[in-house]
């Protein structure tokens, strides 16, 4: 339990609530804060209606700020300890948000280890649970555009079977997701019109409904891959095929910090970036503050969450299989 701004005593649901909400709007900060004063389930008191949720939220949470391994380590204990029957709504969420993470991660070298692994067990639990209503069946198509993305073989016709099964659901959020994610996979294959289309309708609900770091996505993917999100822009576009452009600019990075956020997110510390890059400590230091000024990221492991999300890097993590 804890309170409010008002000296109101808030309760685990309403934290979890307030959780979500702060991290629609991208506000990762407050929304550790708020999952930090969930209680902690007591041993004797196993309900998994109280459980689940919680490390759902753990799980999203720690991926969205760059804690893969502890994003790992929650979804292999939860698993581990034996998913219950008759929760596969809350069932299908964990193993969606799992998945995420492990996409996410994908080309950092302390998170390769292990993944295929993981993915399999994902893919196991999967099998066991529902699809008898609609809501599972986004779900499922979102865990199977999530799997397809972490082993790097999602396609644009992957992420749409997510996005038309999600629409029936009446879950705006992780149907935005999947928009994001189809519009990504459409410009890498040179599909502008269509990742145009999509764009422009993740943003608009995005917008809608105050998604801010998936406002932040979309915009900066859009003005990587040169697609005006003003429709009545789109004849004036450039209309190279196959070239997604350096997203650094669309993200106001200098050259430098370019340079310094690669070794970032490959885990070096300032030291180490300096004594690669040749250059002082001190001024590693400052484009890292930089970096995670332009990127509206509070950590480290944010920023590198954040470029691995967007794949500021695809080069090092191999290409894609088709």
Not at 154 to 180: K, N, Q, S
Not at 266 to 279: H, P, W
């Amino acid at each position: 339990m804890m309170e409010n701004a008002g000296g109101t005593t808030l309760g685990d649901q309403q934290l979890l609530l307030r959780t979500e909400l702060a991290l629609q709007r991208g506000d990762l900060a407050v929304a550790g804060e708020y999952l930090a004063g969930v209680s902690n389930v007591q041993v004797h008191d196993r309900q998994p209606q109280k459980t689940l949720p919680r490390a759902t939220f753990v799980v999203r949470v720690a991926a969205r700020s760059g804690r893969f391994a502890e994003a790992r380590a929650k979804l292999l204990s939860v698993i581990g300890d034996g998913l219950p029957s008759g929760f596969d709504n809350v069932v299908w969420l964990l193993l969606v948000h799992g998945a995420t993470g492990e996409a996410d991660s994908r080309g950092l070298p302390d998170a390769d280890a292990g993944r295929a692994e993981v993915l399999e067990l994902i893919r196991r639990e999967a099998k066991q649970l529902s699809l008898v209503v609609p809501l599972f069946e986004g779900r499922a198509r979102m865990l199977d555009a999530e799997l397809a993305r972490a082993e790097g073989r999602d396609t644009p016709e992957v992420w749409m079977r997510a996005v038309e099964a999600l629409r029936p659901t009446g879950r705006p959020y992780p149907l935005v997701e999947a928009l994001f994610r189809a519009a990504a996979a459409h410009a890498t294959v040179g599909a502008r019109e269509e990742a145009g289309r999509l764009l422009r309708e993740a943003e608009q609900q995005a917008h809608k409904r105050g998604y801010g770091e998936l406002l932040r996505e979309v915009s900066a993917l859009a003005e990587r891959a040169r697609i005006p999100l003003d429709a009545s822009s789109l004849a004036d576009a450039p209309t190279t095929p196959n070239e997604i452009p350096d997203a650094s600019a669309a993200l106001g990075l200098t050259a430098r910090e370019r340079d310094v956020l690669r070794l970032l997110t490959l885990g070096r510390t300032n030291r180490q970036i300096a004594e690669e890059l040749f250059i002082s400590p001190k001024t590693a230091s400052v484009h890292v503050s930089n970096i995670l000024t332009k990127l509206e990221v509070g950590n480290r492991g944010e920023a590198a969450a954040t470029a691995h999300r967007m794949r500021l890097f695809p080069h090092e993590d191999g290409p894609p299989s088709r």
